[in-house]
């Protein structure tokens, strides 16, 4: 195995695994850099206002937490919906000194995707913070965000996170995985095919049963290109300008697809 476990049955990075990640990170750089330094403008007043970049399904936050110290403009929000990865986020952020990361453990449904907001960061003092009586549901929060990323979300989480960046009119970058998993329990109530052009080829019985199964469970590279391919007409289709990518090497992942969405309205 290339992995190993910590006593809290979390993934540790072994020495080839480690090499992926990093792989899989500088392919994120070269792509978002130009989008990371650009602030975007207030439209109530002149000044910048700092980027707001979520990383659904975050895990022990490799990705942002690389980002982060060299992104000192953005604000990286790391949601995963288990604790202890989040737990160890906080840790790495606050053992590198960076002030521009939060987490928020977040279980993502169909039921409550338009129910997330960010917390948003509030000067309080000592005394405030320590007072296990204040009420959480008095936080101010934003729904606003610039950009959802979706490394490696599984099945059905990839299609939620690309609907949330619609509805937020943000900007999205995923990198799908795990289509096999997708069956008609799993979909999170989503149609599929997503598109109406490839929903004019085959049926959703058809898509589930045949082509997503083939995409992972049979690694049939055509199958993964064509649902990255509908995905990507349904972005186009709702606004999106989209472009498709493969990381490099392929060796970082066998599941090397990636969509840039650029919101249209957003970006004008």
């Not at 000044?47 to 975050?58: E, N």
């Not at 598109?195 to 469970?217: H, I, P, T, W």
């Amino acid at each position: 195995s290339d992995e190993n476990k910590d006593n809290d049955g979390v993934s540790l990075l072994s020495n080839d695994r480690g090499q992926r990640k990093a792989w899989q990170v500088e392919n994120f750089v070269s792509l978002l850099q130009d989008r990371l330094l650009c602030q975007r403008q207030s439209p109530s007043s002149t000044a910048p206002t700092t980027l707001t970049v979520v990383d659904f399904g975050c895990g022990s936050g490799n990705l942002c937490l690389a980002l982060a110290p060299y992104f000192t403009n953005v604000q990286f929000v790391l949601v995963d919906k288990k604790p202890y990865p989040l737990s160890l986020v906080e840790k790495r952020a606050q053992a590198s000194g960076l002030s521009n990361v939060q987490t928020m453990q977040y279980n993502f449904s169909p039921s409550n995707l338009d129910d997330f907001c960010i917390p948003t960061e509030t000067n309080t003092s000592d005394e405030e913070k320590t007072d296990n009586n204040r009420d959480p549901s008095h936080q101010p929060t934003t729904e606003t965000f610039d950009l959802a990323i979706g490394l490696h979300c599984c099945g059905s989480f990839t299609d939620m996170v690309m609907q949330l960046a619609l509805s937020r009119g943000a900007d999205c970058v995923v990198c799908p995985c795990c289509n096999g998993a997708m069956t008609s329990k799993t979909t999170c109530g989503y149609q599929y095919p997503r598109s109406k052009f490839v929903r004019g080829l085959m049926s959703q019985e058809e898509y589930l049963g045949q082509l997503s199964r083939a995409a992972d469970d049979l690694g049939n590279y055509q199958a993964k290109c064509l649902i990255e391919y509908d995905r990507a007409l349904w972005a186009r289709d709702n606004g999106f300008d989209v472009q498709l990518f493969k990381l490099t090497p392929e060796e970082s992942t066998p599941k090397h697809h990636v969509l840039y969405l650029a919101n249209r309205i957003r970006n004008r």
